[in-house]
């Protein structure tokens, strides 16, 4: 069977956007690039070494995620998060994290969606002493995992979407602040709720979560 090499292209350019995509990311959310940053379309794409088409796809991505916006004149830059803009945030994450938590503990074998969260916590233990980016992921990967393990494709895809937004809001305040809200017993709290059964507690428990970690960040 023959392959037709226009595929083999499609898929080398795909590969060159998901790695453009991946270092700008990480550049905005670790703050390589500070907020307020222009981002000028022919320095990136050559300090990439990419084509501007393919930078300006990845850009596409990264304003559909939140991180950066458009200005005058359609220019891009690194989106500013303000206090009101983060509260928002975690209002939102709290409403479906609470959902996923109260569905979680719904379940009647709800021991193994609870093991895996208990694992998730002691990740986040286990990087306490690693860089900042490498402790926001572990952070992240628990409250991915716990809408991940509601099997509610719906509700995972719109935490998802909100994913960049949340990475940014972690790095608002200064690493001191955004450590501080990556207390393991603060996490172990919401999987003791859930273990109970009790969806409200549950519930709660994320939402007293969320309004702790919004009010650290931006005091």
């Not at 830059?77 to 994450?93: M, T, Y």
């Amino acid at each position: 069977m023959s392959v037709e090499p226009t595929s083999l292209l499609r898929l080398e350019k795909t590969s060159l956007r998901e790695q453009a995509l991946t270092a700008l990311r990480r550049a905005i959310t670790t703050g390589q690039l500070t907020p307020g940053t222009h981002l000028v379309e022919t320095e990136l794409s050559e300090a990439l070494q990419i084509s501007r088409g393919t930078l300006r796809e990845a850009m596409r991505q990264l304003q559909q995620e939140g991180l950066i916006s458009s200005g005058a004149r359609g220019r891009l830059s690194v989106r500013h998060l303000d206090a009101k803009e983060i509260r928002d945030i975690f209002g939102v994450r709290a409403a479906l994290e609470a959902l996923a938590a109260r569905e979680l503990a719904a379940l009647p074998d709800r021991d193994t969606a609870v093991a895996a969260l208990r694992h998730a916590v002691s990740e986040m233990d286990k990087w306490a002493a690693a860089n900042l980016e490498d402790r926001i992921e572990a952070d992240l990967r628990f409250h991915r995992t716990m809408c991940q393990l509601t099997g509610n494709e719906t509700l995972l895809h719109q935490w998802s979407s909100l994913e960049g937004s949340i990475r940014m809001s972690i790095m608002f305040a200064g690493v001191d602040r955004a450590i501080k809200n990556m207390n393991a017993k603060r996490h172990n709290d919401i999987v003791d709720a859930i273990e109970s059964g009790d969806g409200q507690r549950a519930a709660d428990a994320v939402h007293e979560h969320m309004t702790g970690a919004a009010s650290v960040l931006v005091a």
